[in-house]
């Protein structure tokens, strides 16, 4: 299969966080078929529709020769790997991973949804998104956003 060009959104709220996200991206660019080829920087953000402490998060841009849904599966073994676990719907969490762009792919199915559904209503994914790929966030999108705390709190290692 020919390489598609990816966006992974990450995020964690529970335990150390920030060294969780860091550790994902690692293991993300360790995964067969998955090449890391820019990372954002870490922000913290307050929950959106979600609760607990305030998420890291970051964006990655890889390369994937898997397609959509077995990148899913390879995302949600990191998140299992990370102590992910989901007793109900937007609850606090170890790692989150969601895939953001796929290619040009559009995609609507029972267990993924691709461009993803709520990305360009949430800070704490088109700030860093901007950061690395500023031709898929447009100011319109950004001034939609700019009323939800966010803040820039480093580069990964």
Do not use: C, W
């Amino acid at each position: 299969m020919k390489a598609a060009r990816a966006f992974i959104a990450l995020g964690a709220n529970l335990g150390d966080a920030r060294a969780t996200v860091t550790q994902a991206i690692h293991s993300l660019g360790q995964l067969p078929g998955i090449t890391v080829m820019k990372q954002s920087s870490l922000y913290r953000s307050a929950p959106v529709d979600a609760s607990g402490p305030d998420f890291i998060n970051a964006v990655a841009e890889v390369t994937t020769t898997l397609n959509p849904q077995a990148l899913l599966v390879a995302l949600q073994a990191l998140e299992q790997d990370a102590g992910r676990q989901r007793p109900y719907r937007n609850a606090p969490r170890t790692l989150d991973l969601d895939i953001l762009l796929y290619g040009e792919v559009t995609l609507d199915s029972p267990t993924l949804t691709i461009p993803h559904p709520r990305m360009f209503t949430r800070a704490f994914v088109l700030l860093p998104l901007a950061e690395i790929a500023p031709e898929h966030v447009t100011a319109a999108q950004l001034q939609a956003v700019s009323q939800q705390a966010i803040e820039r709190v480093g580069i990964l290692p």
